[in-house]
């Protein structure tokens, strides 16, 4: 790996791939900005009021252009701000290149090894960072397991998605969680939209962008009908595909039923797919005794956070041979003659093998990240160290800057309404 060290005025040296990226870098983030126009108004707002002044942020987030701007509205609030990958595979090095030249620090490369990506993340944290944002809980896991000193004089700060907050609250749960942290995940206008609507395009860009392969006429196995679920078996259906769902909680599989989705065990599921997607934030829901059942040219791909929902351990034990037959598919040749095919190593395919959630969808999202992490500030030692909800209030005026950036208005409650409404009589 050949990593480029940039040294900058701030005595913090980078560590990224390549510096001379930057202006392709720099393109990627004029689109999104381009389409962002809820951060805009928030960067317009933290120019003004300087919510980060003097502080340092740490950003542990998929690398590319939308967080890349999401880091850049953090600087705009003042902050010195920190970046690295929360994926060995999801950073674009040319949108690092191109925060670097805009004065944040990163450390980060698409494609570390797991090693690298943990030297990266304690890089980061050597920052001292006041607070931090983080996607799927490997920051704060470090700063409380291997750091926990430091894990005392954080602030707070904000989690992206849903794996981490179900980190967040088994720490909150031992009664170990220093610092509060602000369950973004969990906001409406964040699970709603990013999560349904983001995932439920972006894995079908990633699938279809890498395999080139026709969805329609084909059986698409959705394995878990949570949020990212329901996205992801609604666009396979927008799509022509026969659709299978498999769950174990009976709320969501009824709910995948009425949907008009056939419902049934990943046992019975494994012998009939064409393509498996798993989206549940589980590991091992498809392993060994299911690769036994695939049928030959079946193809398998991860929404999740995590890389370990497909058992790739057991499926290259399973293989006689393995070999990459395009750039990001992973062919496995069983015994039997039969060949499976694992995009991008099983990790999610959306970022992996695409370019995430489509902009504005992200924009929604990163609107909340930014507004909670100055709340998060703004509350420094008056909110409890637990995972705690986004404010309906902001959930709520992040609803309303969308409506109105589209143009959409929308009806008021008259005060006879809000007193019916709040009358028990
Ligand atoms: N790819 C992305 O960009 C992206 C975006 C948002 C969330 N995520 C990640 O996707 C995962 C799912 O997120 P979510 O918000 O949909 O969570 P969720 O909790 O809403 O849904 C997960 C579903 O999986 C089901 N499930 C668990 N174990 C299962 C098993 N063995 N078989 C079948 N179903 C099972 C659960 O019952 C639940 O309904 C998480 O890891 C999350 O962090 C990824």
């Given at each position: 790996?050949?990593?480029?060290?940039?040294?900058?005025?701030?005595?913090?040296?980078?560590?990224?791939?390549?510096?001379?990226?930057?202006?392709?870098g720099?393109?990627?983030?004029?689109?999104?900005?381009?389409?962002?126009?809820?951060?805009?108004?928030?960067?317009?707002?933290?120019?003004?009021?300087?919510?980060?002044?003097?502080?340092?942020?740490a950003?542990?987030?998929?690398?590319?252009?939308?967080?890349?701007?999401?880091a850049?509205?953090?600087?705009?609030?003042?902050?010195?701000?920190?970046?690295?990958?929360?994926?060995?595979?999801?950073?674009?090095?040319?949108?690092?290149?191109?925060?670097?030249?805009?004065?944040?620090?990163?450390?980060?490369?698409?494609?570390?090894?797991?090693?690298?990506?943990?030297?990266?993340i304690?890089?980061?944290?050597?920052?001292?960072?006041?607070?931090?944002?983080?996607?799927g809980?490997?920051?704060?896991?470090?700063?409380?397991?291997?750091?926990?000193?430091?894990?005392?004089?954080?602030?707070?700060?904000?989690?992206?998605?849903?794996?981490?907050?179900?980190?967040?609250?088994?720490?909150?749960?031992?009664?170990?969680?220093?610092?509060?942290?602000?369950?973004?995940?969990?906001?409406?206008?964040?699970?709603l939209?990013?999560?349904?609507?983001?995932?439920?395009?972006?894995?079908?860009?990633?699938?279809?962008?890498?395999?080139?392969?026709?969805?329609?006429?084909?059986?698409?196995?959705?394995?878990?009908?949570?949020?990212?679920?329901?996205?992801?078996?609604?666009?396979?259906?927008?799509?022509?595909?026969?659709?299978?769902?498999?769950?174990?909680?009976?709320?969501?599989?009824?709910?995948?039923?009425?949907?008009?989705?056939?419902?049934?065990?990943?046992?019975?599921?494994?012998?009939?797919?064409?393509?498996?997607?798993?989206v549940?934030?589980?590991?091992?829901?498809?392993?060994?005794?299911?690769?036994?059942?695939?049928?030959?040219?079946?193809?398998?791909?991860?929404?999740?956070?995590?890389?370990?929902?497909?058992n790739?351990?057991?499926?290259?034990?399973?293989?006689?041979?393995?070999?990459?037959?395009r750039n990001?598919?992973?062919?496995?040749?069983?015994?039997?003659?039969?060949n499976?095919?694992?995009?991008?190593?099983?990790?999610?395919?959306?970022?992996?093998?695409?370019?995430?959630?489509?902009?504005?969808?992200?924009?929604?999202?990163?609107?909340?990240?930014?507004?909670?992490?100055?709340?998060v500030?703004?509350?420094?030692?008056?909110?409890?160290?637990?995972?705690?909800?986004?404010?309906?209030?902001?959930?709520?005026?992040?609803?309303?800057?969308?409506?109105?950036?589209?143009?959409?208005?929308?009806?008021?409650?008259?005060?006879?309404?809000?007193?019916?409404?709040?009358?028990?009589?």
């Amino acid at each position: 790996m050949s990593t480029v060290q940039i040294m900058k005025d701030t005595k913090v040296a980078s560590k990224i791939r390549n510096k001379d990226l930057a202006p392709q870098g720099k393109l990627k983030l004029d689109w999104v900005q381009a389409h962002m126009p809820l951060l805009n108004e928030v960067k317009q707002q933290f120019e003004k009021s300087q919510p980060f002044k003097g502080l340092k942020i740490a950003i542990c987030l998929h690398l590319e252009a939308k967080t890349g701007y999401l880091a850049q509205v953090v600087q705009a609030g003042g902050a010195d701000v920190v970046v690295c990958g929360s994926n060995p595979l999801s950073t674009q090095d040319d949108v690092v290149a191109a925060l670097v030249d805009s004065g944040i620090t990163a450390y980060a490369w698409h494609n570390t090894t797991d090693e690298e990506y943990h030297e990266l993340i304690n890089d980061t944290l050597d920052f001292e960072p006041d607070a931090i944002i983080d996607d799927g809980g490997d920051l704060v896991k470090i700063l409380h397991s291997q750091r926990p000193e430091q894990a005392k004089t954080i602030i707070g700060g904000c989690e992206e998605t849903t794996t981490g907050i179900h980190r967040l609250k088994a720490l909150e749960k031992d009664g170990l969680l220093e610092f509060p942290m602000m369950a973004v995940n969990d906001a409406y206008c964040k699970y709603l939209f990013d999560n349904r609507y983001g995932t439920g395009q972006s894995v079908w860009d990633g699938i279809n962008r890498t395999t080139n392969l026709v969805a329609s006429g084909k059986t698409v196995v959705v394995i878990g009908y949570g949020w990212c679920g329901k996205g992801v078996a609604m666009r396979a259906k927008g799509l022509g595909a026969k659709v299978v769902v498999t769950e174990i909680d009976a709320i969501k599989a009824l709910e995948a039923h009425m949907d008009g989705f056939d419902v049934m065990p990943m046992e019975k599921a494994a012998s009939l797919g064409d393509v498996f997607i798993t989206v549940t934030g589980n590991r091992d829901v498809i392993s060994s005794r299911h690769f036994d059942k695939m049928k030959d040219g079946a193809v398998m791909c991860n929404g999740g956070h995590f890389d370990i929902e497909i058992n790739k351990i057991e499926l290259g034990e399973k293989a006689a041979t393995q070999r990459t037959v395009r750039n990001n598919i992973e062919e496995y040749r069983m015994a039997d003659g039969r060949n499976l095919f694992l995009i991008a190593g099983g990790r999610l395919v959306n970022l992996a093998a695409g370019d995430g959630h489509p902009v504005e969808v992200m924009d929604l999202t990163f609107a909340l990240q930014a507004l909670s992490l100055q709340h998060v500030v703004e509350n420094k030692g008056s909110l409890p160290a637990k995972v705690l909800s986004v404010p309906e209030e902001l959930d709520q005026y992040v609803a309303n800057l969308r409506l109105k950036t589209l143009g959409i208005t929308i009806d008021q409650l008259t005060s006879d309404q809000e007193a019916y409404l709040n009358s028990w009589a």
